[in-house]
């Protein structure tokens, strides 16, 4: 009997952890869709935001534009007939003077007409006298109508038309942004982040990344990239920190960006690759993450070491040289097993590019080579496990029996080789050599 209720109260007690567990994921289901919700509606409330402040700011623009081109149209029209008007002025009052010194004369001459004979002889010839001097038989020219301006507006309804057509073609609504982040990759230091197109429409000319700080003291997105690519890797970023990521694109021909993508957010637990301090004859930035060459005339040992084996199987580890000095045989950037002190990186226990292109392994140059380093380079090594070798293999001769599959890219070529090593290992040492000073490199 106790069995049965022993069996009982174990199937009670699963079944309600059961029914826990289903009220839990029920609950976090409801979570998303509310955040769903959230999403839906604060965008279409910004969307509306957005729409009506543009298209009042359009209406405010053209108001203004249309009042101001009908201000100087009309102050057109105005110096017209300013102008037209003032000779026809200047002929109305020679003539208007005219008609005043001819109704004096007709006045003159009727009375000369009724005076009596003694005085008529002297009137009539002062008549006579006045009306010889005002010239009656010279006349103003008036000039006739289609000498004279006949102000007219020439309108027409193109810019309406051209108007309606753009105006209908203005501003659009998508449910959602035409790119979006894909995938967000830890790097040490870093986050690689890549983006892809959601809009197969959009044909995307350039692309915007940002990034910041995730919650409420993250303050503004800081500008990470811009240009064609659609993945960056973004560095300096401090490990098991949240950060918000997003991104837009400008179409082809267009000077308006795009909205942003839904932001995402990344973060990275490996820590940044640093050079080892203390190293003489290298001077190392405030991130250790820079090294450079100085002139030390006394330097011991031109190699310089990670300050760890951060460097990891199935990671991408990148050199970048930032500036150039004398080129030497024995410059070289690689990795190593261990960080012991030697006089080039061409060593046993290394693989390494040296800055003429050629490549050794365990101190002894390939065939094959790559192009020269230079100012701007990019150099990057991955690596991967390939298989455990047994010990009576062959290639035990060739230095090993732990097989690892290199690949050092450089420009746009790479070489992938084999490298046998004594003791299975996945963690490095990267490193550095040159002879000469002015050599910088970020590692990355």
């Given at each position: 009997?106790?069995?049965?209720?022993?069996?009982?109260?174990?199937?009670?007690?699963?079944?309600?952890?059961?029914?826990?567990?289903?009220?839990?994921?029920?609950?976090?289901?409801?979570?998303?869709?509310?955040?769903?919700?959230?999403?839906?509606?604060?965008?279409?409330?910004?969307?509306?935001?957005?729409?009506?402040?543009?298209?009042?700011?359009?209406?405010?623009?053209?108001?203004?534009?249309?009042?101001?081109?009908?201000?100087?149209?009309?102050?057109?029209?105005?110096?017209?007939?300013?102008?037209?008007?003032?000779?026809?002025d200047d002929c109305q009052s020679l003539i208007e003077h005219g008609v005043g010194q001819a109704d004096e004369l007709l006045r003159e001459g009727e009375a000369a007409l009724r005076t009596g004979l003694d005085e008529k002889e002297d009137k009539?010839?002062?008549?006579?006298?006045?009306?010889?001097?005002?010239?009656?038989?010279?006349?103003?020219?008036?000039?006739?109508?289609?000498?004279?301006?006949?102000?007219?507006?020439?309108?027409?309804?193109?810019?309406?038309?051209?108007?309606?057509?753009?105006?209908?073609?203005?501003?659009?609504?998508?449910?959602?942004?035409?790119?979006?982040?894909?995938?967000?990759?830890?790097?040490?230091?870093?986050?690689?982040?890549?983006?892809?197109?959601?809009?197969?429409?959009?044909?995307?000319?350039?692309?915007?990344?940002?990034?910041?700080?995730?919650?409420?003291?993250?303050?503004?997105?800081?500008?990470?990239?811009?240009?064609?690519?659609?993945?960056?890797?973004?560095?300096?970023?401090?490990?098991?920190?949240?950060?918000?990521?997003?991104?837009?694109?400008?179409?082809?021909?267009?000077?308006?960006?795009?909205?942003?993508?839904?932001?995402?957010?990344?973060?990275?637990?490996?820590?940044?690759?640093?050079?080892?301090?203390?190293?003489?004859?290298?001077?190392?930035?405030?991130?250790?993450?820079?090294?450079?060459?100085?002139?030390?005339?006394?330097?011991?040992?031109?190699?310089?070491?990670?300050?760890?084996?951060?460097?990891?199987?199935?990671?991408?580890?990148?050199?970048?040289?930032?500036?150039?000095?004398?080129?030497?045989?024995?410059?070289?950037?690689?990795?190593?097993?261990d960080s012991k002190e030697e006089e080039s990186f061409q060593r046993e226990g290394a693989v390494c590019i040296s800055t003429n292109g050629a490549v050794f392994v365990n101190g002894k140059e390939m065939t094959n080579q790559l192009p020269a380093?230079?100012?701007?380079?990019?150099?990057?090594?991955?690596?991967?496990?390939?298989?455990?070798?047994?010990?009576?293999?062959?290639?035990?001769?060739?230095?090993?029996?732990?097989?690892?599959?290199?690949?050092?890219?450089?420009?746009?070529?790479?070489?992938?080789?084999?490298?046998?090593v004594d003791q299975p290992t996945d963690c490095f040492f990267f490193g550095c050599s040159f002879v000469h000073s002015g050599w910088k490199v970020l590692v990355f």
């Amino acid at each position: 009997m106790s069995m049965e209720v022993d069996l009982l109260l174990q199937e009670a007690k699963e079944s309600i952890e059961a029914a826990q567990n289903y009220r839990s994921e029920l609950q976090q289901r409801l979570h998303g869709l509310n955040q769903a919700r959230k999403q839906v509606r604060g965008s279409s409330g910004q969307a509306r935001d957005a729409l009506r402040r543009h298209f009042a700011e359009l209406q405010a623009a053209a108001t203004r534009l249309l009042a101001e081109r009908l201000g100087a149209l009309l102050d057109e029209v105005n110096a017209i007939e300013a102008d037209s008007i003032k000779p026809l002025d200047d002929c109305q009052s020679l003539i208007e003077h005219g008609v005043g010194q001819a109704d004096e004369l007709l006045r003159e001459g009727e009375a000369a007409l009724r005076t009596g004979l003694d005085e008529k002889e002297d009137k009539l010839g002062s008549f006579t006298k006045k009306a010889m001097h005002i010239q009656l038989d010279s006349l103003p020219e008036v000039p006739a109508l289609v000498d004279v301006p006949c102000v007219s507006a020439q309108l027409d309804d193109s810019l309406l038309n051209l108007l309606k057509e753009r105006v209908t073609r203005h501003g659009a609504v998508s449910s959602h942004p035409p790119v979006q982040i894909e995938e967000l990759q830890e790097r040490p230091g870093g986050i690689l982040v890549r983006w892809c197109k959601v809009d197969e429409d959009f044909a995307a000319a350039e692309f915007r990344l940002q990034y910041r700080r995730s919650g409420g003291g993250g303050g503004q997105y800081e500008e990470a990239f811009s240009g064609r690519d659609s993945e960056f890797l973004v560095l300096q970023l401090d490990p098991h920190t949240d950060y918000l990521f997003r991104v837009c694109a400008r179409g082809e021909g267009r000077t308006e960006w795009s909205p942003w993508s839904i932001p995402q957010t990344g973060y990275t637990t490996l820590a940044p690759h640093e050079w080892r301090s203390g190293t003489d004859g290298y001077i190392l930035s405030s991130r250790k993450n820079i090294a450079l060459r100085n002139d030390s005339a006394h330097s011991r040992c031109p190699v310089l070491y990670s300050s760890a084996p951060t460097y990891y199987c199935g990671q991408t580890l990148s050199f970048r040289i930032m500036t150039a000095g004398q080129v030497d045989g024995r410059d070289s950037v690689g990795v190593s097993i261990d960080s012991k002190e030697e006089e080039s990186f061409q060593r046993e226990g290394a693989v390494c590019i040296s800055t003429n292109g050629a490549v050794f392994v365990n101190g002894k140059e390939m065939t094959n080579q790559l192009p020269a380093i230079t100012v701007g380079s990019a150099v990057t090594f991955d690596m991967e496990v390939v298989s455990l070798l047994p010990l009576s293999n062959n290639n035990l001769s060739d230095g090993g029996n732990f097989k690892l599959r290199v690949t050092i890219g450089s420009g746009n070529r790479e070489v992938v080789f084999d490298w046998l090593v004594d003791q299975p290992t996945d963690c490095f040492f990267f490193g550095c050599s040159f002879v000469h000073s002015g050599w910088k490199v970020l590692v990355f």
